[in-house]
């Protein structure tokens, strides 16, 4: 197939993934992501040794087998036009959780629009990791649009960004980096040498995306200066090398400050299960979400007796005003405008980019 032939079917199954994306969202059942996580999650339990040597085995023989999966169905399938858009449409709506994110946080939304707390701190563990015992509607109301900023670069950006570079195999090798990242990535007892190796990859994996996610959010955003000004000056105080991008830029475009101290659930040393399969993004039936327990382990509940992980993070937008009930659709239509950037972007560059190994070979 000629390179610019093979752009274009990969073009167009990604433009055909995102809309289906878009229309519906992730399956309820038998989402490939999970089945990744449960499978990754069985190996953990067999491999898991407390030191940086068997993580780094474990992310390797993880992401090592979805990259070289999505290479030999590319090679096969993806020898003609017609299977090679199919492939990248499957794969593109697989990895992107754009909808499924939006979808979660407006519905945290309207609970606390109605004024019904404690539904809406029931639901934000399937958005994001923290402890929601002890927030208030305000509280819940900023980490919401945090989540949506950072996953907006993580669940949709970043896995485009490396569509683009890498076509199919660069979009299952990054999801499969990033649910490492979400499953064994953080600083609890059990991970903190274990997660090293996937906790840094995935910070080498987002590095593009989310300075490209930033960039779209000051195009897309109602007064781009300030967008601009908050990310230029805050983006690098987040303690993630990634997630201050996304989310000063955010904090910018909505108009509003985020950061601050904020609480993650008690995680009981030498816990003997992994604990979460995603704190970036809504995860699928059948894996467990990040803040809830693997089978057959309970999660003590935060208390004064077992306080949590406190954070005290730099705000971002120290100027601008508090997060309200109304900033989290605000957020969700934010997010959904650069995620259709992203596209655009990221289509053309992989375009761009054949076309340009096309020259470079015939010359």
């Not at 990259?67 to 036009?81: E, K, N, Q, S």
């Not at 994110?101 to 809406?120: F, K, Q, V, Y």
């Not at 995306?209 to 109602?222: C, D, E, K, S, Y």
């Amino acid at each position: 197939m000629r390179p610019l032939t093979r752009a274009a079917a990969f073009a167009v199954g990604a433009v055909a993934g995102y809309a289906a994306d878009a229309r519906y969202a992730d399956p309820r059942r038998g989402h490939p992501v999970a089945l990744f996580g449960s499978a990754a999650g069985r190996l953990e339990r067999r491999l898991w040794r407390d030191d940086r040597a068997a993580g780094t085995g474990y992310t390797a023989l993880c992401v090592g087998a979805v990259a070289a999966g999505a290479l030999a169905l590319d090679r096969t399938v993806g020898r003609r036009p017609v299977g090679r858009a199919a492939l990248a449409a499957a794969a593109t709506w697989t990895v992107l959780g754009g909808t499924s994110l939006t979808r979660e946080a407006r519905t945290i939304g309207r609970s606390l629009a109605a004024g019904d707390l404690a539904a809406a701190r029931e639901r934000l563990p399937h958005l994001c990791g923290r402890d929601p015992s002890a927030l208030d509607g305000q509280q819940i109301a900023r980490a919401v649009v945090e989540s949506v900023a950072e996953n907006t670069a993580d669940a949709v950006v970043n896995a485009l960004v490396w569509g683009a570079m890498a076509g199919t195999p660069g979009l299952l090798a990054f999801r499969a980096v990033n649910t490492l990242d979400a499953m064994v990535g953080h600083r609890s007892p059990r991970y903190a040498r274990f997660g090293w190796a996937s906790a840094r990859l995935d910070d080498v994996a987002g590095w593009p995306g989310a300075r490209l996610t930033a960039l779209l959010t000051v195009a897309a955003a109602p007064e781009p200066r300030t967008a601009w000004r908050v990310w230029r000056r805050d983006g690098s105080a987040h303690p993630s090398p990634n997630a201050g991008q996304a989310e000063s830029a955010f904090a910018g475009a909505v108009g509003v400050r985020l950061g601050g101290t904020l609480q993650y659930p008690h995680e009981p040393k030498g816990a003997p299960e992994p604990k979460a399969t995603s704190d970036k993004r809504p995860t699928q039936e059948g894996a467990p979400e990040r803040g809830t327990s693997a089978p057959g382990q309970e999660r003590p509940e935060a208390s004064a007796e077992q306080p949590g992980r406190v954070e005290h993070r730099p705000l971002l937008g120290a100027e601008l005003r508090p997060v309200t009930v109304d900033d989290i659709e605000r957020a969700c239509t934010l997010s959904r405008r650069v995620g259709a950037l992203a596209l655009g972007t990221t289509v053309a560059g992989h375009v761009l980019l054949r076309m340009l190994m096309r020259k470079k070979g015939g010359e």
